[in-house]
Every structure is written in C-alpha cells, then in structure tokens.
C-alpha cells in the first residue's frame, strides 16, 4: 500500500507540482496524486502536461496515479474554479492521453466526473482513437 498526496487546486493551499514533489523526495513512502483538474484550475486555465510529467521525473516513479475531470468555468469572474464536471470542455483529455503513449507511461486515470461510467469510456475511446489497444 502507498500513500498518496494530492495536487491541489486553490492557490492558498499546500499542494502545489512543486511542493508535491518535494515531499515525496523527503517522506519515504509517499507518492504523488497528480488531479489534472486541480492542476489546471491552480495554473488560471492551463495546463502543459508534458511540463508535468517531466516534473515527476526526479522521482523516478514506476507508476503513476491520477484522476481526471472538467472544472467549472465561473462566468463572473472568468476563472476556472474546483467544481468537477462532465468531460467535455476544459481541460482536453486528449493532449494528456497522447502525452502518455508518446512518454509509454504507466497511469491510472480515474474518473472524477459526475457522470463516472461515461466519461470513463469517453477516455478509454480516445485512448482508442489514438491506437492504443487494451488487454
């Protein structure tokens, strides 16, 4: 069993790429739990996965966990905010599942999404489209 610490998405919170990372170099044991919504919301709508996955290449993990989800875009203020919600907006799960078959990476993604089963298969269908195979 590992232990697992999450990215977070407020700013005023611990849980930064950074200090995520940090921790895990310091505390044997513990592994990080990349939330790519989080990560998106805490970097004002954007997100470079490959800037991410190259992060986690100090701690040489063979594995990595993660869960992913659309957040909600606040139309007041123009931010996105931590309200999970269906894929099909922001971020685009594509450039993360192609970053993970150029990089070969071994991921868990859960889904995260109010509508779990579907949007469950709407990753495994682009992981499809992009020719990987599953067993």
């Known amino acids: 069993m590992k232990l697992g ?20 170099k310091e505390v044997k044991g513990i592994v990080p739990y990349i939330d790519w919504c989080h990560i998106f919301v805490r970097n004002n709508g954007k997100i470079d996965y490959s800037e991410i996955f190259d992060k986690l290449e100090v701690l040489r993990l063979d594995h990595i966990y993660s869960h992913f989800s659309n957040s ?23 450039p993360l599942a192609k970053e993970i ?22 990753m495994k269908n682009i992981f499809e489209n992009l020719g990987y195979k599953f067993n």
Do not use: W
């Open 5 to 24: 610490i999450e990215t977070m998405a407020r700013i005023s919170q611990f849980g930064n790429m950074d200090e995520i990372i940090k921790l895990c």
């Open 72 to 94: 909600k875009l606040n139309t007041i203020s123009g931010k996105f905010v931590d309200v999970h919600i269906p894929i099909k907006s922001y971020p685009s799960f594509e």
């Open 101 to 122: 078959l150029k990089r070969k990476i071994d991921i868990n993604i859960v889904s995260e999404s109010p509508l779990l089963e579907m949007d469950s298969l709407k």
